[in-house]
């Protein structure tokens, strides 16, 4: 999109939070404020109290007692997290529908999903900070329940972040669990109605700065497709459409970073910014773009054991065919008709 749609698309959504009352407009920042926060600095901010604090007061039982529990917790990402009946709590606090409203996120359901089976939510493109998977699948924001009843989804983000004090508790509290092979596997094996999303582009997704078209990494990522085939789960393509757009990414800049800088440092830096509480032009909240998770018609997947290499490519080709027809079939519909979708 060119930079006068966008500022455009600023606009309408201006239009709508006009229509809120202040006390909805103050509840949705409070709502995305929480998860931005949380993202960013809530891991430091709790290795701050627990190491640095106590050097202070000399008050250390809380650090002891806590990291004490963290160790023994620490394997529960790989098995399965934390019960159902404390994330199906936790999903639904309210913070979550001020979140979801502040863009606000719609959730965008194509069929309907037998709770008899096992699925795996491969989700495009990852965005900044994938919050439209967060509003609409890895809390209750956008209503999922409602839409896929007898479905738990679970976030699956990288191992690492549950070793955080403070950010896992956050993503454990919603249902997340480790990327791990054994974790997966631990899901998909134990009983049905688990679907497990998956950010399959990972962290270079994330370096979506082109205005005129949408790279999504999937070409050389195949070991979903050999994990999907060994325990039988449907595969689900998920498009975000809009998650691209609520943080504005300089294109010179991070395509410097994305040419020469990735692959020397080992992951992808970004440079974005959104908007600030009182102007759209610059700061660290997203904009307010309007994010259509769409959840695409389930691919049936055999349960084979040990598949061939041969297997996973019959399926993982089929996998890239119904995501780019999952987008050509709504990209009209949600203003994408001339951004062009680049799977590499």
Known sequence: MGEIDENENISKNDVKQENKSVIESIQDSIGVSFLTYSFLVLGPTFLFFLFVVPFITEVWWPTVVYMSWWLWDVPVCNEGGRAEYITAWVRRWRVYKYFARYFPIKLVKTVDLSPQKNYLFCSHPHGV?????????????????????????????????????????????VGGCASSKKSLHYLLSRK????????????????????????????????????ALQN??????????????????????????????????????????????????????????????????????????????????????????????????????YGYQHIKLEIV
Not at 248 to 255: A, D, I, L, M, T
Not at 292 to 305: C, H, T
Request: hydrophobic share 40%; charged share 20%.
């Open 192 to 227: 049905k109605g688990v679907a497990p999303v998956l950010m399959v582009g990972g962290l270079p997704e994330i370096s979506n700065y082109n205005k005129d078209k949408i790279v999504l990494v999937i070409k050389k990522r195949k070991g979903f497709v050999k994990l």
């Open 129 to 173: 900070l994938c919050y439209g998977v967060v509003g609409a699948l890895a809390t209750e924001g956008a209503g999922f329940s409602d839409l896929f009843p007898g479905i738990e989804a679970k976030l699956i983000t990288l191992e690492g972040s549950f070793w955080l004090p403070g950010m896992r508790e956050l993503l454990l509290g």
């Open 232 to 333: 039988g789960a449907d595969l689900v393509p998920v498009f975000s459409f809009g998650e691209t757009e609520i943080f504005y990414q300089p294109e010179g800049v991070n395509s410097f970073l994305d040419k020469y800088v990735a692959s020397w440092i080992g992951f992808y830096p970004v440079i974005f910014s959104g908007r600030g509480y009182f102007q759209n032009w610059f700061g660290i909240m997203p904009r307010k773009k309007e994010i259509n998770v769409v959840v695409g018609r389930p691919i049936s997947v055999p349960k084979i054991e040990n598949p061939t290499p041969q297997d996973v490519e019959q399926y993982h080709l089929r996998y890239i065919s119904e995501v780019e027809e999952l987008y050509n079939e709504n990209k009209s519909i």
